[in-house]
């Protein structure tokens, strides 16, 4: 088994008013990149293999967290697409297609947003990836989206995706699974807080 250590791309505009990203390539707002800027790694990750999104904001994070080095792009960690929800919020999609909007949220992993892709389309786009991490037993850092760290949870839980996660998830966070040599993945850390320059001893399997 290998370590992948996720991290979610700092904030966006879009981020900070709620709204569905998805496959549109939005980048980093100019305090998201303040809030990066902050941000530091365990210095035994930085000779990690890093791969990321090919999303600007997931490479733009990757690359102010390597002081300027681009991260391999890898189409699997590319966000969940949204499809014709892309850009609106979540409230407001709720608001306007009421029960029929409540129905497919009650799908979990076999939601399906019009034109888009369910949670489930996502873990089978990221199981062949995860079992290549596997079986080349390099550690990785995978800059990516929240809602594919959701999806590598529920792998990891069993969750269905119903209701409420089933653990809490920092987005300024690193979160920790071993990668197995069939796709799965098993929850190694979670809420690895990201190092501060005062801290910066501490390493991680």
Same mark, same amino acid.
């Given at each position: 088994?290998?370590?992948? /250590?996720? !991290? @979610?791309?700092?904030?966006? +505009?879009?981020? #900070?008013?709620?709204?569905?990203? *998805?496959?549109?390539? %939005? $980048?980093?707002?100019?305090?998201?990149?303040?809030?990066?800027?902050?941000?530091?790694?365990?210095?035994?990750?930085?000779?990690?293999?890093?791969?990321?999104?090919?999303?600007?904001?997931?490479?733009?994070?990757?690359?102010?967290?390597?002081?300027?080095?681009?991260?391999?792009?890898?189409?699997?960690?590319?966000?969940?697409?949204?499809?014709?929800?892309?850009?609106?919020?979540? /409230?407001? !999609? @709720?608001?306007?297609?009421? +029960?029929?909007? #409540?129905?497919?949220?009650?799908? *979990?992993?076999?939601? %399906? $947003?019009?034109?888009?892709?369910?949670?489930?389309?996502?873990?089978?786009?990221?199981?062949?990836?995860?079992?290549?991490?596997?079986?080349?037993?390099?550690?990785?850092?995978?800059?990516?989206?929240?809602?594919?760290?959701?999806?590598?949870?529920?792998?990891?839980?069993?969750?269905?995706?119903?209701?409420?996660?089933?653990?809490?998830?920092?987005?300024?966070?690193?979160?920790?699974?071993?990668?197995?040599?069939?796709?799965?993945?098993?929850? #190694?850390?979670?809420?690895?807080?990201?190092?501060?320059?005062?801290?910066?001893?501490?390493?991680?399997?």
């Amino acid at each position: 088994m290998t370590i992948v /250590a996720f !991290l @979610r791309h700092g904030p966006t +505009a879009w981020n #900070e008013s709620k709204r569905l990203q *998805g496959m549109t390539d %939005v $980048p980093l707002s100019d305090a998201g990149r303040a809030q990066v800027s902050t941000w530091t790694v365990p210095p035994d990750m930085v000779s990690w293999r890093w791969q990321c999104s090919p999303l600007a904001r997931a490479r733009e994070t990757a690359r102010l967290l390597r002081a300027g080095r681009d991260a391999d792009p890898e189409p699997a960690l590319r966000e969940m697409s949204f499809g014709t929800w892309e850009g609106y919020r979540l /409230a407001d !999609l @709720r608001r306007e297609f009421g +029960a029929e909007m #409540e129905g497919n949220e009650a799908r *979990g992993v076999d939601l %399906v $947003p019009p034109g888009g892709e369910s949670p489930r389309q996502v873990m089978e786009r990221l199981q062949p990836w995860l079992a290549s991490v596997a079986r080349e037993g390099r550690s990785t850092v995978a800059v990516t989206h929240k809602g594919v760290i959701r999806v590598v949870l529920a792998m990891a839980t069993g969750w269905d995706m119903k209701g409420r996660q089933p653990l809490k998830l920092d987005w300024q966070s690193m979160h920790l699974f071993r990668a197995q040599d069939d796709g799965s993945v098993v929850t #190694e850390r979670l809420n690895v807080p990201l190092v501060l320059p005062g801290d910066a001893g501490r390493t991680y399997p």
